[in-house]
């Protein structure tokens, strides 16, 4: 069973201060993604890697920065946190092969910036 | 600009009944389409998929039928269970593995016992 882990649940932070989510998946997935959940917008994609070391911004990526320096784990980073990014973020990894690029999650982690 | 739309965002079904889910998407190109099932505190979870080469598949209770000509899917449910009360996502990509999935808003349904 693939399992992705995003490691704090919940978070409270400040205006300005940097913040670090990280996201850890157990089954050697090539490619990993960062969404932010919203009510009425669904699931917008930040950023996605498709290998170590690579990065692709997705639909939002302002505010926002990504590190892959192991395949394993994929970490998103707010430079300078602000109430706008109050959100649920999802993690997610999918395996590099044929059909349907089926993603999955991690439980999320839910950031609320003051 | 939303390329993938859930115009309903709420669903009520009685138990037993039939849970129609709709999505609608503008970009053509797409070719994989994705129904995704989230309950609260949970990440979403992967539910059915259809390629763009077909116009129906099912897995048990749940069929999800593509009309590429409408730029329509829908998600079946037949018969809805309490437990399937939860926050459906449509999703699509531009070809398949390792491609990017648009989201759409959300329906959440609640089936009613």
């Known amino acids: 069973d693939v399992k992705v882990t995003q490691s704090s649940r919940y978070l409270v932070k400040r205006t300005g201060e940097k913040v670090f989510l990280e996201c850890v998946q157990d089954?050697?997935?090539?490619?990993m993604f960062w969404y932010r959940q919203d009510p009425g917008l669904g699931l917008r994609l930040i950023y996605f890697?498709?290998?170590?070391?690579?990065?692709e911004k997705g639909d939002i990526p302002e505010g926002y920065s990504v590190s892959r320096e192991k395949k394993e784990r994929f970490s998103l980073i707010l430079e300078s946190a602000s109430t706008n990014q109050t959100s649920m973020y999802l993690c997610?990894?999918?395996?590099?092969?044929?059909?349907?690029?089926?993603?999955?999650f991690g439980a999320g982690s839910r950031l609320t910036v003051l | 600009d939303q390329q993938v739309k859930q115009n309903s965002p709420s669903l009520s079904v009685q138990e037993g009944r039939i849970s129609i889910l709709n999505c609608d998407y503008t970009?053509?190109?797409?070719?994989?389409f994705l129904w995704y099932k989230k309950y609260p505190a949970e990440g979403p979870t992967f539910l059915i998929s259809?390629?763009?080469?077909?116009d129906k598949n099912e897995d048990g209770r749940f069929t999800v039928f593509l009309n590429k000509s409408a730029k329509h899917l829908s998600l079946h449910i037949v018969p809805s269970q309490p437990g399937d009360s939860a926050v459906y996502f449509c999703?699509?990509?531009?070809?398949?593995?390792?491609?990017?999935?648009?989201f759409g808003a959300g329906t959440i349904l609640r089936v009613k016992s």
């Open positions: 997610a990894s999918s395996h590099q092969g044929s059909g349907a690029n089926v993603l999955t």
């Open positions: 089954m050697d997935h090539e490619n």
């Open positions: 890697s498709y290998d170590v070391k690579m990065k």
């Open positions: 970009n053509s190109m797409f070719d994989y």
């Open positions: 259809i390629s763009s080469i077909k």
């Open positions: 999703a699509a990509s531009v070809g398949g593995y390792g491609n990017k999935l648009v």
